[in-house]
C-alpha cells in the first residue's frame, strides 16, 4: 500500500476506534471536570473529576440543576447568561462559588466554562478546572469538540517524543503552527536551558507509566518567553499502539498545559517589590482588611517594633495611649471614607523606647469593592523631632546670646541706617540702643578708615554672603577711639531681617598687645632676654666675627635640673620666679659682649664670643653653674636648683643651627650622664656613630641567626578585666645576654632597610605564638598585634607574606593585628594603599599606632580601612591631671566610636587612669598596670590563671 491509496475499510474503521479511543483517553486524564447539559441547566451526566471538584459523588449530581450548586443566589443571573450565551454559540467561562447538594458539602471556588453541543444544539457541555476522570459515553465528535474548545493546552506526546496531536492553545501560546509542532517541532520552543532535563523526565515517566508535573519554559516564534504549567499523564495502550508492533517502549503521554507567564511575572514582580521593602529604612507593613493585626512586615519594621512575631501582631498593642485612641476613631474612620489616612503616630516598641513616626495608611480594594488590606508605610520622626528641639533651644540661646552677648551686634540698611543694635553697644561704646537707632554708621567710623569700609560696605551689598574680618576704629560716646573687628552678613533678601547683620567685637586690648608684641618680637616676654631669633642672629654675627679674627665662639645650652618638680611643688608665679632669677644671675655672670637668651621653658643659651681657647668655654660653663646653684628665694621658700650644660665651640666654619644642634646635643648626653655637669660636643658624640655601626652589624647577626625574641605585652578589655590579646614587642639578645630595647635599634633597621627582614621574622614569631593560643585556649579569641613599617607596608609583597604566614600557621586572620605608625599613611604611596587592601580583604585588622602624636589627620580614619585607633602614652599619663590630655582622649574616644573604631589606650600605668578610660567608653586598655612586656611563658602563665578563674 502507497501513501496515495485510500485506507481499506478494516483499516478506516481500526482508525475511527482509536481516534475515539484517544478522545476518550485524553478526557480520562486531562485535569477537567466535564458535565453535559440540558438547555434549562440539568445535569444529565458528569465524570468523576466533576464530582471530585465538588466534593461529591457522580450519581449525587444528577439531574441537579447548576443554580442549585450555587453557593450565592446573586450568581443566578450569571449563570443564566452562560447559558444563553452557549446556547446561542458563544462559549465563555465565568468564576463561581459552587458547593456538592449536601448539607456537609464545602463551597468551591470554580472556574466554569460551558458550550454547545454542534451535533445537538440544545445540549451544552460544562467543564470546571479540576482534574479528569474519563467520562462514559461521550462520542468522538463530543471529545474533540471539548479538546478543541478546552481552555487548557492538551496533546498527545509518543514514546519517541513526537507530538501526534494537539488543540490550538499550543499555537495560541507559542506561535508556531499545529503542522510545525506535529512530530518533534514542538521541541523546538522549549527554551533550550532546562530542555534536556524536561525531555528527561518526560521519557522516564512514560517508560514508567507515571504522571509528571512541573513549570516549563517556552519561547515563542518572535523569542519571547512564556511560562506553561504542564501535567503529563501515560495513556493506556490501544488497539493501534499493539497493532505497532515497532512503537518504540513507553506509554503516550497526555499534556494538559495553561499558560502561567502573568503568574510567574507577578510572582516575579512581586519578589522584586518585596527586596526594595526589605532593603528600605522606612517601615512598612501590611494589616488585615480591618486595620487591627499585622499580616506582613519588612526587616526594618521587625527589628525596630516586634521582638516577637509579625502574624497577628495587634496594630494598636504597638501604639502609645495618644495614638492609640486617634487610630481607632480617626485614622480606621479615615481608610472607611477617603481610602487613606496620613499624619503621625506614636509606636511604643517592646523594649521601652516611643519612636515618634510619620505615617501613611492606605487601604487597597478588591474588585467587589470591599477592602482586601492595608498597607502602612511609617519615617522615624526621632532624629527630625531631635532637631526640631535642637534648633528650638538653638533659638532661644542665640536670642538670649544676643542680647547678652559681649560682642555688639547691628542690623543696618544697605545705606547705612542702623535700625537694630544690641545691648552690648551700653558697654562697648557708651551709647544706650535706642540712641543709634536711625542714624547712619558710617559716622562713627574713623576718618582715615572711612573710604575703605564703605567700599566693603558695597561689595558685601550687592553680594549675598559674608565678609572677611574687617578691622577699624568707632568713635566711643567718650570721644576716643576703640578698634573693632567687624564681620558683616549680607540677610537683605531675608525678609526677617532685611538688612546687614554687623557682629562687631572690641579688640582695642589685642591691638595694644599686638603693638607691645611688635617691640617685642625678639625679646622673651618672662624675663626680657634675647629669644631664639635674636639669638640666632646674634650667633650669626659672633661666627662671622670669629672667622674675621680667628678666634672661636662658644654655645652653652642650659638646662635647669628638674625645674618641673619645682613649678608643680611651688607653682607657677614661683617658677617664673625663679626664671627670671636665674637669667639674672647668668647675665651678672656673663661679659657685656656675651648673649643669654631663653629659648622656652627652662632652656638657655649663652653666646661666649671671641674666645682664645676651649677652655674658656669650659670655664665659663662652670661660673654660671656655682653661680645659679646658690639658694634662689622664692617667697617664704628657698630652693636650690642645678644646671646641666652643652658646650660647643666652633671656629667660624659651622652655621649656627649646626652650633645649636651640636651643644643640645652635648645637653641632653649630661643630663644622661647624671645631669648637675657640663659636657663638650667632641669626638666621644662622635664615637655614638660608631655604636650605630656596631648596632647594625648586631642587627644583621641576629637576623641571620634568627636570634631576634618576641616579647608580648597583654592588651586587657577594660569591661571585664579579660585578657583579649598581647602586642608583639622585639627585642636583640646581647652578647652580654641583655636585651636591647627598639629604641637602639628601630632607626638603624628604617635607615638600612632591614626592617623588612626584621618585621618579616618579628610577623613570624608573633603568628605561630598566637596560633598556639588558638589551640590552647580555644574559646577565648585571643589575637595579637604587631607593628608594621611604613617600609613595610609599601613593599608589594608584604600582603602575600601576611597570608603565606596565616596559611602556614593556620592562625585565624581576624586574630591577627597590624599596627601601622602615621609616617606609614602620610607618604601616600600608592603600594602601601593596594596594601592595606589585600590586608583588609584577607580580614586583617589594621590599626592606627600613637594616634595623635605625629601629623595626625581625620582623613586617615577615612580614607584608609582602619578598624581601631590606639591612644598614646603621652595623652594616657596626663588623664585626669592634664584637661587637654583628657579632652584628647574623650574626643578620641568619641569620634573612633561614631566612626565603627575600636579604641586601645597604652600606657595604662594607675587605677585612676584605667577606671577614667572605662568612664569614657575606651574598649582595651595596655600598659604596666596590667603587665610589662613578658616572655611567651609568663604571659601564658597569666592567661591559665585567667582560664582557671
Partial sequence: MTLSEPPAPAAASLASANAVADLEHVFAHAPLGVARLTAEGLLCWTNAAFATVLDARADALLDVKLHDLLDHDGSRDQIDRVL??????????????????????????????????????????ASLERAPHPPVGVDAGELATLMERAAAGIARIEPDLSMRSCNPRWSEITGQS??????????????????????????????????LQGRLRLLTVEGEVRWIDVVATPLPATDADRVAGDAAPGAPMVLTFSDITENVEADHR??????????????????????????????????????????????????????????????????????????????????????PVSA????????????????????????????????????????????????????????????????AVMRVLG???????????????????????????????????????????????????????????NLVDNPAVNGLVLNARDVSDRVEAAEILATRAYHDELTGLPNRALLLERLREALQHAQERRRMVGVLFLDLDRFKIVNDSLGHTAGDEL???????????????????????????VIINGMVRRGDAVLAARRLRRAIAKPIKLGSDSTVVTTSLGIAVAEGHESPEDLLRDSDTALYRAKDQGRDRADMFDDHLRDQAVRRHSVEQHLRRALDERLVEVLYQPIVDLKTDAITGAEALVRLRELDGSLMLPSEFIDIAEDTGLIIRLGAQVLALASRRAASWVSRY????????????????????????????????????????????????????????????????????????????????????KRFPIDFVKIDRTFTDGLGTDDNDTAIVKATIA????LGLRVVAEGVETIAQRDLLKELGCDFGQGYLFARPLDPMAIETMLNNQRSS
Avoid at 572711612?450 to 549675598?464: F, I
Wanted: charged share 20%; proline share 4%; hydrophobic share 40%.
Fill in 178 to 211: 499545529r503542522a510545525q509542532a506535529l512530530g518533534r517541532g514542538w521541541i523546538e520552543h522549549i527554551d533550550p536551558d532546562g530542555c534536556a532535563e524536561f525531555l528527561d523526565a518526560l521519557l522516564a515517566a512514560s517508560l514508567d507509566a507515571q504522571r
Fill in 84 to 125: 444563553r450565551d452557549a446556547l446561542a454559540g458563544h462559549s465563555r467561562s465565568i468564576d463561581v462559588d459552587l458547593r456538592a447538594p449536601s448539607p456537609r458539602a464545602h463551597t468551591k471556588h470554580c472556574t466554569l466554562r460551558v458550550w454547545r453541543v454542534d451535533s445537538e444544539p440544545s445540549s451544552l457541555v
Fill in 778 to 861: 580555644s574559646g577565648q579569641s585571643l589575637h595579637v598585634a604587631v607593628n608594621v613599617s611604613a617600609r613595610q607596608m609599601a613593599d608589594s609583597s608584604f600582603a602575600q607574606q601576611v597570608a603565606s604566614e596565616l596559611a602556614n600557621t593556620g592562625l585565624p586572620a581576624e586574630l591577627l593585628s597590624l599596627e601601622l605608625t602615621e609616617s606609614a599613611l602620610i607618604e601616600g604611596n600608592p603600594t602601601t594603599e593596594k596594601t592595606l587592601n589585600q590586608l583588609t580583604a584577607l580580614g586583617i585588622q589594621l590599626g592606627l599606632d600613637d594616634f595623635g602624636t605625629g601629623f595626625s589627620s581625620l582623613s586617615y580614619l
Fill in 895 to 898: 569620634l573612633s566610636h561614631s
Fill in 431 to 489: 551709647h544706650s540702643p535706642g540712641d543709634l537707632e536711625g542714624r547712619n554708621i558710617f559716622t562713627f567710623a574713623h576718618p582715615d578708615d572711612l573710604e575703605r569700609v564703605k567700599v566693603a560696605a558695597a561689595e558685601l551689598t550687592n553680594t549675598p554672603t559674608m565678609s572677611g574680618p574687617i578691622e577699624l576704629r568707632v568713635l566711643h560716646a567718650n570721644g576716643s577711639w576703640r578698634h573693632f573687628e567687624v564681620v558683616a552678613t
Fill in 270 to 355: 512581586a519578589e522584586e517589590l518585596t527586596r526594595v521593602l526589605e532593603a528600605t529604612p522606612d517601615l512598612v507593613a501590611i494589616l488585615d482588611p480591618g486595620g487591627h493585626n499585622l499580616s506582613w512586615a519588612n526587616d526594618a519594621f521587625r527589628q525596630f517594633l516586634l521582638p516577637h512575631e509579625v502574624h497577628e501582631t495587634s496594630m494598636l498593642a504597638m501604639l502609645d495611649e495618644w495614638s492609640q485612641a486617634q487610630y481607632a476613631t480617626s485614622t480606621l474612620a479615615a481608610l472607611a471614607r477617603t481610602g487613606s489616612w496620613q499624619g503621625e503616630l506614636t509606636f511604643a516598641n517592646g523594649f521601652g523606647d516611643e519612636i
Fill in 579 to 605: 626664671l627670671r632669677e636665674v637669667a639674672r644671675r647668668i647675665q651678672e655672670i656673663i661679659r657685656p659682649g656675651d648673649t643669654v637668651a631663653r629659648l622656652g621653658g627652662d632652656e638657655f643659651v
Fill in 360 to 423: 501613611l495608611l492606605v487601604a487597597h480594594h478588591g474588585e467587589d469593592g470591599l477592602i482586601e488590606a492595608i498597607s502602612l508605610v511609617a519615617r522615624d520622626l526621632s532624629d527630625l523631632r531631635d532637631a526640631e528641639q535642637r534648633v528650638r533651644a538653638s533659638e532661644i540661646r542665640l536670642a538670649a546670646l544676643v542680647e547678652h552677648a559681649s560682642d555688639l551686634v547691628c542690623v543696618v540698611r544697605p545705606g547705612g541706617r542702623i535700625v537694630y543694635t544690641s545691648p
